[in-house]
């Protein structure tokens, strides 16, 4: 669903309706993604035969609604970019830097290696094509989107988190999880329940229960993200995959979970790393 709803509203035309904020009649568009979707009446829709509730549709079009505004300020730098294409995209001048500075909104600011990055991309599509690409969306292309759940968009009906009266590092999140990959009544959804484990990220295999090896497919992570900050995830031999850094770490079980869902979740920034997973539900 997210998907199809992206790629119909992938192009100029939308992506800066969005980010305007407002709708047609001119009211102020809602923060969140999915309410400001179905306020402009883009909605998803379930593949044939396949039943959802209402909920579900939510958590389609809040990560949908997430990905096209992110394309927004993409869009930006990549139509200043095209506007001040360089003679030698390898090399600007100073003038060039200038030019394409003040054709991006607020270049001034922004960081030259965002700018050699996009001007790379574009030469990049430049050398496949023979010519420049339109905009950000012929460059970039439909993005893929990632397989998860964001639990923000949905009610207590279909998710809820409950912290363990006895230790207040974890706490039991309960969900509505369809029992076959294509439910074709209500009656194929049914309730599931996982630990939500907080803690140090340096102790991870002392904090997860041996139990839960091999059982559980998520990732962990503590903002900030991306490569430069946890390192190199790798794989033990306890089956987890798992980095420390000084900020967080990263870590995959080798199988679904049997008795819970999989998720993604993330902790605030803190010292020691911290580190929040889930696990397959059972005695405290």
């Known amino acids: 669903m997210v998907a199809a ?75 200043g970019v095209l506007a001040a294409w360089p003679s ?15 054709s991006i909104p607020g270049g001034e600011y922004l960081s030259a290696s965002i700018i050699k990055g996009r001007t790379r991309q574009v030469a990049a599509f430049v050398k496949a ?11 970039e292309g439909v993005p893929r989107i990632p397989r998860m759940l964001l639990l923000a968009a949905c009610d207590r009906q279909q998710a809820s988190i409950e912290r363990c009266g006895t ?43 041996a139990s839960a090896v091999g059982r559980v497919s998520l990732v962990l992570t503590s903002p900030p993200y991306g490569r430069g900050t946890h390192g190199l995830v790798r794989v033990t031999s306890t089956g987890y995959a798992s980095g420390t850094t000084t900020m967080g770490t990263g870590s995959v079980a080798t199988s679904p979970m049997r008795d819970g869902p999989a998720c993604s979740t993330g902790s605030p920034r803190s010292s020691p790393p911290a580190t929040n997973c889930c696990v397959p539900a059972g005695p405290w």
């Not at 939308?14 to 047609?24: E, F, I, K, R, T």
């Not at 949908?64 to 505004?69: D, F, M, Q």
């Not at 999140?173 to 029992?179: C, F, G, K, N």
């Not at 294509?182 to 939500?196: E, I, L, M, Q, S």
């Open 88 to 102: 030698d995209p390898r090399q600007r001048t100073p003038v060039e830097w200038d030019q394409v500075r003040a």
């Open 129 to 139: 094509n023979g010519r420049l690409p339109v905009d950000v969306f012929e460059l």
């Open 167 to 209: 230790d207040p590092a974890r706490a039991l999140l309960r969900l509505q999880l369809p029992s076959r990959p294509d439910p074709r009544t209500y009656r194929d959804w049914t309730a599931g329940t996982a630990k939500v484990l907080t803690g140090d990220a340096t102790g991870l295999l002392d904090l997860v229960p």
């Open 5 to 79: 709803l992206v790629g119909e509203h992938w192009n100029t035309v939308d992506v800066q309706v969005l980010a305007s904020g407002v709708d047609a009649g001119g009211r102020r568009l809602p923060s969140n993604a999915w309410m400001a979707l179905r306020r402009l009446g883009w909605t998803a829709t379930p593949p044939p035969g396949v039943r959802v509730n209402d909920r579900v549709v939510r958590m389609a079009q809040e990560q949908a609604g997430r990905a096209l505004r992110s394309a927004a300020w993409r869009a930006e730098v990549t139509a």
